[in-house]
């Protein structure tokens, strides 16, 4: 269970343990009441002369000590109901306690992951570095070297909306880093990736269904969490045919993070927002 949910069984529970409450404080109002009526009557019994008067005062002091008795059994009653609530709210924290920290487990066991990404991206471009140097070869084309203004990561079954989006970026006059207008044959696609990741100062992420299923996606996403470690805010989520629930299911960080939804802006009014951000 999740813990949205547990916390709004939770605020319920309080409600009802409230309500459950002031209800007990009106029992105990009317307890309260009977009794003082019952020994009322108790006193005008001992009080009491006549004969018939004393029997018809004793018929109404048994029926007030039948009421006294049956509040008290109602109050026995709602007690018990209040008792029960108070417990289910504690097992109900307790299970949310639980939840908190498996979520604080996944999440630095992710940070984890990502540190270790960047540390074996670190060493492959050592090691590139010194292959490089070696082999006396030539870098990869320039186009891969340049700076851009944003990185596109996206899954290929995504490209009937990714291509004008792009398309609509560079007409706003961004520089964008997008596959299909940066690669050229004979290039490495994993390198001009890293290069592309490397030299792009945002890295916009078009989540989707197919993303998530994708292995180079979410290795690019990897990456450009990576660039986040001092605290620099790079990565700009696009939602594409996703809802945060479904978001949330596959990384609890993603699902944090402010987005933007194919589903409630246009294309014009996405580059637009997005344009903002870059040259803020």
Not at 14 to 38: F, G, P, T, V
Not at 169 to 184: A, F, R
């Amino acid at each position: 269970m999740s813990i949205d949910s547990l916390t709004n069984q939770i605020s319920s529970m309080d409600r009802e343990i409230y309500s459950l409450q002031q209800q007990l404080h009106s029992i105990d109002n009317r307890l309260i009441a009977k009794r003082k009526e019952e020994n009322g009557l108790l006193d005008r019994i001992s009080k009491e002369k006549d004969l018939t008067r004393v029997v018809s005062l004793q018929r109404d002091q048994i029926r007030k000590g039948q009421e006294v008795t049956a509040i008290e059994k109602e109050k026995s009653n709602k007690e018990k109901t209040i008792h029960d609530k108070e417990k289910k709210r504690y097992d109900l924290i307790q299970q949310r306690s639980k939840e908190e920290q498996r979520e604080r487990d996944k999440t630095k066991k992710e940070h984890l992951e990502l540190l270790k990404l960047q540390q074996e991206i670190s060493r492959e471009r050592n090691y590139d570095a010194i292959y490089f140097q070696q082999l006396s070869l030539p870098k990869q084309p320039t186009a891969v070297f340049r700076t851009y203004d944003v990185f596109v990561s996206h899954a290929s079954e995504d490209k009937d909306f990714v291509d004008p989006f792009v398309e609509a970026l560079e007409e706003k006059g961004l520089s964008v880093w997008y596959d299909t207008t940066i690669m050229q044959v004979g290039m490495s696609l994993r390198r001009a990736i890293d290069k592309g990741l490397t030299n792009s100062r945002f890295g916009i992420v078009v989540l989707s269904q197919h993303f998530f299923k994708k292995e180079w996606p979410q290795k690019e996403l990897d990456a450009l969490f990576s660039k986040e470690f001092d605290g620099t805010e790079v990565i700009l989520p696009l939602w594409h045919n996703i809802s945060k629930d479904q978001v949330q299911a596959h990384s609890r960080l993603l699902a944090d993070k402010i987005a933007l939804s194919t589903a409630q802006y246009t294309i014009a009014e996405l580059v637009d927002k997005i344009a903002a951000v870059v040259k803020g």
